[in-house]
Nanobody, 126 residues
Framework: QVQLVDSGGGLVQAGGSLRLSCAAS????????MGWFRQAPGKEREFVAT????????YYADSVKGRFTISRNNAKNTVDLQMSSLKPEDTAVYYC???????????????????WGQGTQVTVSS
């Protein structure tokens, strides 16, 4: 089992940057694919990015491609989301998630993930 704790959210102006971090407990962290999702008020939870268990592959939503970068450190049991060129429409609660590591395609749907962090608020002002 994996427990996830999200951090790093805050208030930033449009065009600015933030780095989110997710700390995981459990000896099997390196066997999980990790993802970031976000949920704005009144909207469904939305896929942002995912990274394979080995960090060998990443996959991004079109809306964040080229602006966000997902990375992981299996020695430290962490996964980060570096966000740049932030826009007001990026405002949401951001969640990290852990899912099965050995899958043929990137995990881009919430139901594909088994464990979730508590979320961290990101607010981008115009």
């Amino acid at each position: 089992q994996v427990q996830l704790v999200d951090s790093g959210g805050g208030l930033v102006q449009a065009g600015g940057s933030l780095r989110l971090s997710c700390a995981a407990s459990g000896r099997t962290f390196s066997s999980y694919a990790m993802g970031w999702f976000r949920q704005a008020p009144g909207k469904e939870r939305e896929f942002v990015a995912t990274i394979s268990w080995s960090a060998g592959s990443t996959y991004y939503a079109d809306s964040v491609k080229g602006r966000f970068t997902i990375s992981r450190n299996n020695a430290k049991n962490t996964v980060d989301l570096q966000m740049s060129s932030l826009k007001p429409e990026d405002t949401a609660v951001y969640y990290c998630a852990a899912g099965p590591g050995v899958v043929p395609t990137p995990l881009s749907h919430p139901w594909e993930y088994d464990y979730w962090g508590q979320g961290t608020q990101v607010t981008v002002s115009s």
